[in-house]
């Protein structure tokens, strides 16, 4: 009796041991599944991205600044002489040129839009290989720019000359040697030509100083003068110009030409 209680037992025993390994197996399973869950996520519980790199920002914000001024360098409107207006302020409007690095300075890159703007420090803003590239660049398109500009003012001139007018580019002052303050008119006579009106000149008084292109009348021609200069290069180029002088008391009418174009 005694043997078969204890197999009894025995028997209880190991099925007690089976239920139990069972159940923990269960257990465990479910446990790794919801662990793999979390640590896959789904789409209601994005993955969090990781934080950027902040060197990555800086040479991204550095290359866009690049790519801006080689664009805008690259375009056909930055080498283009677009009007009249250009060829009368000497064509300053939207030139972008570079300034070298110094003991006091860090050099930069400018802009005259219409007044002189800073773009950007050349060590501080672009990547050594990147200002390189500019700086080149800079030098090759103005020299187009410069080019196509010579070309239109010489067409400019040759218009002003051809119908007597003078232009001036808004209050274009000078003063004499004995201290004399003139409104300067310029125009073309084979060589540089000026009207230069005192500026206590009365037909003065009511003149916007529009730039422009101006018919002007007046009884005082324009003479003849040597430059000062001496030198071979100045005589062969530029011997001489033409010049005139309006005092207060000489006759004077200023007149826009309207519709101007060469």
């Not at 800086?58 to 250009?86: C, T």
């Given at each position: 009796?005694?043997?078969?209680q204890i197999?009894?037992?025995?028997v209880?025993?190991?099925?007690?041991?089976?239920i139990g390994?069972?159940i923990?197996?269960?257990?465990?399973?479910?446990?790794?599944?919801?662990s793999?869950?979390?640590?896959?996520?789904n789409?209601?519980?994005?993955?969090?991205?990781?934080?950027?790199?902040?060197?990555?920002?800086?040479n991204?914000?550095?290359?866009?600044?690049f790519?801006?001024?080689?664009?805008?360098?690259?375009?056909?409107?930055?080498v283009a002489?677009?009007?009249?207006?250009?060829?009368?302020?000497?064509?300053?409007?939207?030139?972008i040129?570079?300034?070298?690095?110094?003991s006091?300075?860090?050099?930069?890159?400018?802009?005259?839009?219409?007044k002189?703007?800073?773009i950007?420090?050349?060590?501080?803003?672009?990547?050594?290989?990147?200002?390189?590239e500019?700086k080149e660049?800079?030098?090759?398109?103005?020299?187009?720019?410069e080019?196509n500009?010579?070309?239109?003012?010489?067409?400019?001139?040759?218009?002003?000359?051809?119908?007597?007018?003078f232009?001036?580019d808004?209050?274009?002052y000078?003063w004499d040697?004995?201290?004399?303050?003139?409104?300067?008119?310029?125009t073309?006579?084979?060589?540089?030509?000026?009207?230069?009106?005192?500026?206590?000149?009365?037909?003065?008084?009511?003149?916007s100083f529009k730039?422009?292109v101006?018919?002007?009348?007046?009884n005082?021609?324009l003479?003849?003068?040597?430059?000062?200069c001496?030198c071979?290069?100045?005589?062969?180029?530029?011997p001489?110009?033409w010049?005139?002088?309006?005092?207060?008391?000489?006759?004077?009418?200023?007149?826009?030409?309207?519709?101007?174009?060469?």
């Amino acid at each position: 009796m005694k043997k078969r209680q204890i197999l009894i037992i025995t028997v209880a025993l190991l099925i007690l041991t089976l239920i139990g390994v069972i159940i923990f197996s269960f257990s465990k399973n479910d446990t790794e599944k919801t662990s793999n869950e979390q640590l896959v996520g789904n789409s209601n519980n994005p993955t969090p991205e990781k934080p950027s790199n902040p060197n990555n920002q800086e040479n991204n914000k550095k290359r866009k600044l690049f790519q801006q001024i080689k664009e805008k360098l690259n375009s056909p409107e930055y080498v283009a002489v677009a009007n009249d207006e250009n060829i009368i302020n000497d064509f300053s409007e939207g030139n972008i040129f570079f300034t070298e690095p110094g003991s006091e300075t860090k050099g930069g890159i400018y802009e005259i839009c219409p007044k002189i703007h800073k773009i950007a420090n050349c060590s501080d803003d672009f990547e050594p290989n990147d200002l390189a590239e500019l700086k080149e660049l800079i030098e090759r398109r103005n020299e187009i720019k410069e080019l196509n500009y010579q070309k239109q003012h010489k067409k400019f001139l040759q218009k002003i000359e051809e119908l007597g007018l003078f232009y001036i580019d808004g209050k274009s002052y000078s003063w004499d040697n004995e201290g004399r303050k003139w409104v300067n008119f310029r125009t073309w006579k084979e060589r540089d030509a000026y009207i230069n009106i005192s500026v206590y000149h009365p037909y003065l008084m009511d003149f916007s100083f529009k730039a422009g292109v101006y018919r002007i009348e007046t009884n005082v021609p324009l003479e003849k003068k040597e430059h000062d200069c001496k030198c071979s290069e100045c005589q062969i180029k530029n011997p001489y110009f033409w010049e005139s002088y309006i005092m207060p008391s000489d006759q004077i009418t200023i007149k826009p030409y309207p519709n101007f174009s060469f």
